[in-house]
């Protein structure tokens, strides 16, 4: 299996597939759009953008110029999405020569400009959702060693093992077989689709201090539940932090 790779499902850019569920944004509790479904769209191949006919967009829209050009979609039109008094500048974006005719006058709406996404009644964080991306977390009994400047930092035989589309299987640990003294929290947060919001840790060993190379979700979402309150350690941010998995290290840089 040396010869084996991990891949995602890749979509190709300029793909538009109608969506399953309905979706809505809204804006200080203004409803901006609503679809049952909408369109998604992968402009590049990471996660696609939800597009929504002219109709389903219950605010008023201003043309305010040319945009970006596309690769994919070809050039772009912005539209100033007004929300009572507020004008959010830019905030929607039309493709007119879009090679599918089905998008030519929908809008995708500005991810950032909008505070609250919802798919149903759940609520959506950082970016649309691909429903070609899978989430496991599953419980193991292997056997779980990190190690940094030479000294054991972690050593467990009860991870929570996490596999998500494309990415490679992540061993997270439960705090009492992680010397949480030798971690130190930083102010790095990332941000998850999937799981939510993340925070850091540095690990000090002696005179060694390894930024970020470990992570947690407290309040994970629901693909994320399994892992919560749990530690996972990242070896491929630094050559200096090892991590074997029965016996065998992983992920070298």
């Known amino acids: 299996m040396a010869d084996a790779v991990r891949r995602a499902v890749v979509i190709e850019p300029g793909t538009v597939e109608p969506g399953a569920v309905r979706v809505r944004a809204y804006r200080s509790g203004v409803l901006v759009a609503d679809a049952d479904p909408p369109l998604l769209v992968w402009e590049h191949g990471f ?121 490679p299987p992540r061993y997270y640990l439960p705090r009492v077989d992680v010397r949480m003294d030798q971690l130190k929290p930083t102010d790095t947060v990332s941000y998850c689709a999937y799981k939510g919001t993340a925070a850091y840790w540095a690990v000090r060993v002696g005179g060694l201090e390894l930024t970020d190379v470990a992570w947690g979700y407290d309040n994970p979402l629901r693909e994320g539940l399994a892992v919560a309150g749990l530690v996972c350690f990242w070896p491929e941010k630094s050559a200096e932090l090892e991590v074997y998995v029965d016996g065998e290290r992983i992920s070298v840089p």
């Open 47 to 167: 996660y696609p953008l939800y597009f929504f006919a002219p109709d389903r967009v219950r605010v008023e829209v201003r043309p305010a110029g040319m945009g970006p050009r596309s690769r994919s979609l070809g050039p772009s039109e912005l539209f100033d999405v007004v929300v009572g008094d507020t004008v959010l500048t830019g905030a929607a974006r039309r493709y007119p020569q879009a090679p599918v005719e089905d998008l030519r006058d929908a809008v995708t709406l500005e991810w950032s400009a909008l505070d609250t996404w919802l798919a149903e009644e759940e609520l959506i964080h950082t970016h649309a959702r691909d429903p070609y991306v899978r989430v496991d977390a599953m419980p193991s009994g292997r056997h779980v060693r990190v190690v940094a400047g030479g000294q054991v930092v972690a050593e467990s035989r009860r991870p929570v093992v996490l596999v998500q589309s494309g990415q």
